[in-house]
C-alpha cells in the first residue's frame, strides 16, 4: 500500500514533534523577567508557572489560551521589557493591564479582547489593537479580565472600572476614556459603557464594538452566557437584564459597531437588536457590515474587513 503510513509510525511522529513545540514555549516562560511578569497569564492566578500545563498542547490550549497566541504574546513581552512606554500591571488572580503610552494629552482606549469569557485573545484583539492605536496617536490599556468560573458579574465589569480608575491614577493620557471590545469583549465593553456610573467612574466618551455578543437571549454565543451568568445562566429575566441593547438610553456613548452578515460563531442578530436600540434613543452610531462567516480577525488585515479599525477611530475621534 504505497503512500500509507502505518499507525504506530504516524504516532511516533507526533510524539517526537510533541516536545518540540513544547520546549519553545517553555523556554519562553522560563526567562527570569517573563517567570516574574506572567504568572497573570493563568486564569486561575497560579503563584508560579507549572510546566505541566503545557499538556494543553494536546487540545491546543494552555493557560486558557491557543499555543499560537500564547507564543505570540510571551514573545512580544520580551520584546518589549525594555521599552518603557510599555507597562505590565497585575491587578489580581489571573488578571491584570497592559498599558501602553503614547501621549499624556491624549485619550486612553480600554480594549476588552474576546475569548467567549472562556479566555483572552490577548494578541489580535489586544495587543495588535494597541500597536495600531500607537500609530494612530492614543494611549491604550488592554485588560487581561476572569474568565470561566470567575466571569461571573459583576467580577469583569468591576476589573473594568479597576483599570479606567488605574488610567486616572497613572496619568496614561489626559483622563479621558473609550472602550474597544471584540466578540464576548464587546459583551463586556458594551454592557460597561451604560453601567460605569454603578462601579464608581464616569462614562466612557465613545464605544467600538467588533463583531460583539449583544445579547444573552437566544440565539446567543451560549459560551459566553454559561460563563457571564454563572448559576442563573438559565434564568431568562436574567439573561434579558444583561443584553447590551437592552441598556441603551439616551446617554449611552457615540457607537462604532460592525460584523460578518452571517457570523458562524455570534449570531449577527444581536448587532441588530444593538443598532435598533442606539437609533430608537437616537444615540450617535455607525454600523458596518463585512460579508462572510467569519468571526475573530482582529484587525481583519488582507480579508474584506480590512480598513474597519481606522473607520471606527474617525468615527469616535470628535466625541474624544
Not at 504568572?39 to 499560537?68: I, V
Not at 469569557?117 to 500597536?131: C, K, P, R, T
Not at 460605569?196 to 466612557?204: H, L, Q, Y
Not at 459597531?257 to 449570531?267: E, F, K, L, N, R
Given at each position: 500500500?504505497?503512500?500509507?503510513?502505518?499507525?504506530?509510525?504516524?504516532?511516533?511522529?507526533?510524539?517526537?514533534?510533541?516536545?518540540?513545540?513544547?520546549?519553545?514555549?517553555?523556554?519562553?516562560?522560563?526567562?527570569?523577567?517573563l517567570k516574574e511578569q506572567t504568572p497573570w497569564l493563568l486564569n486561575e492566578g497560579g503563584e508560579r508557572f507549572d510546566l505541566?500545563?503545557?499538556?494543553?498542547?494536546?487540545?491546543?490550549?494552555?493557560?486558557?489560551?491557543?499555543?499560537?497566541?500564547l507564543r505570540e504574546v510571551l514573545s512580544f513581552l520580551l520584546k518589549e521589557k525594555d521599552d518603557h512606554s510599555f507597562k505590565i500591571v497585575p491587578l489580581g488572580k489571573g488578571v491584570a493591564a497592559l498599558m501602553f503610552f503614547v501621549d499624556r494629552k491624549a485619550p486612553t482606549a480600554i480594549i476588552t479582547p474576546g475569548g467567549g469569557y472562556a479566555f483572552v485573545s490577548l494578541y489580535n484583539e489586544g495587543i495588535d489593537y494597541a500597536l495600531a492605536l500607537k500609530k494612530h496617536g492614543f494611549n491604550s490599556l488592554i485588560l487581561k479580565y476572569s474568565c470561566l468560573g470567575g466571569a461571573a458579574y459583576p467580577r469583569p465589569l468591576e476589573e473594568v472600572a479597576t483599570s479606567i480608575k488605574l488610567v486616572l491614577t497613572s496619568g496614561l493620557g489626559n483622563g479621558d476614556y473609550f472602550l474597544i471590545g471584540s466578540s464576548a469583549g464587546g459583551h463586556l465593553a458594551g454592557l460597561f459603557a451604560s453601567r460605569a456610573f454603578e462601579f464608581g467612574v464616569r462614562a466612557p466618551k465613545a464605544a467600538i464594538l467588533a463583531y460583539p455578543v449583544i445579547t444573552l437571549s437566544n440565539p446567543t454565543h451560549v459560551g459566553s452566557r454559561r460563563y457571564f451568568l454563572g448559576e442563573k445562566r438559565n434564568d431568562l429575566e436574567e439573561r434579558k437584564r444583561f443584553s447590551v441593547q437592552n441598556n441603551v438610553t439616551s446617554s449611552y456613548p457615540p457607537t462604532y459597531i460592525w460584523g460578518y452578515s452571517q457570523d458562524a460563531v455570534v449570531p449577527p442578530n444581536g448587532r441588530h437588536l444593538m443598532v435598533e436600540a442606539l437609533m430608537q434613543n437616537r444615540v450617535p452610531y455607525k454600523e458596518k457590515e463585512v460579508s462572510g462567516p467569519f468571526h475573530g480577525v482582529g484587525l481583519g488585515k488582507g480579508t474584506l474587513a480590512d480598513g474597519w479599525f481606522e473607520e471606527a477611530l474617525a468615527f469616535v475621534r470628535p466625541y474624544l
Amino acid at each position: 500500500m504505497e503512500g500509507f503510513i502505518p499507525l504506530f509510525v504516524y504516532i511516533s511522529l507526533m510524539k517526537e514533534k510533541l516536545p518540540s513545540k513544547v520546549h519553545a514555549v517553555s523556554e519562553l516562560f522560563f526567562d527570569p523577567y517573563l517567570k516574574e511578569q506572567t504568572p497573570w497569564l493563568l486564569n486561575e492566578g497560579g503563584e508560579r508557572f507549572d510546566l505541566s500545563k503545557l499538556r494543553g498542547y494536546e487540545t491546543g490550549k494552555a493557560f486558557g489560551l491557543p499555543f499560537s497566541t500564547l507564543r505570540e504574546v510571551l514573545s512580544f513581552l520580551l520584546k518589549e521589557k525594555d521599552d518603557h512606554s510599555f507597562k505590565i500591571v497585575p491587578l489580581g488572580k489571573g488578571v491584570a493591564a497592559l498599558m501602553f503610552f503614547v501621549d499624556r494629552k491624549a485619550p486612553t482606549a480600554i480594549i476588552t479582547p474576546g475569548g467567549g469569557y472562556a479566555f483572552v485573545s490577548l494578541y489580535n484583539e489586544g495587543i495588535d489593537y494597541a500597536l495600531a492605536l500607537k500609530k494612530h496617536g492614543f494611549n491604550s490599556l488592554i485588560l487581561k479580565y476572569s474568565c470561566l468560573g470567575g466571569a461571573a458579574y459583576p467580577r469583569p465589569l468591576e476589573e473594568v472600572a479597576t483599570s479606567i480608575k488605574l488610567v486616572l491614577t497613572s496619568g496614561l493620557g489626559n483622563g479621558d476614556y473609550f472602550l474597544i471590545g471584540s466578540s464576548a469583549g464587546g459583551h463586556l465593553a458594551g454592557l460597561f459603557a451604560s453601567r460605569a456610573f454603578e462601579f464608581g467612574v464616569r462614562a466612557p466618551k465613545a464605544a467600538i464594538l467588533a463583531y460583539p455578543v449583544i445579547t444573552l437571549s437566544n440565539p446567543t454565543h451560549v459560551g459566553s452566557r454559561r460563563y457571564f451568568l454563572g448559576e442563573k445562566r438559565n434564568d431568562l429575566e436574567e439573561r434579558k437584564r444583561f443584553s447590551v441593547q437592552n441598556n441603551v438610553t439616551s446617554s449611552y456613548p457615540p457607537t462604532y459597531i460592525w460584523g460578518y452578515s452571517q457570523d458562524a460563531v455570534v449570531p449577527p442578530n444581536g448587532r441588530h437588536l444593538m443598532v435598533e436600540a442606539l437609533m430608537q434613543n437616537r444615540v450617535p452610531y455607525k454600523e458596518k457590515e463585512v460579508s462572510g462567516p467569519f468571526h475573530g480577525v482582529g484587525l481583519g488585515k488582507g480579508t474584506l474587513a480590512d480598513g474597519w479599525f481606522e473607520e471606527a477611530l474617525a468615527f469616535v475621534r470628535p466625541y474624544l
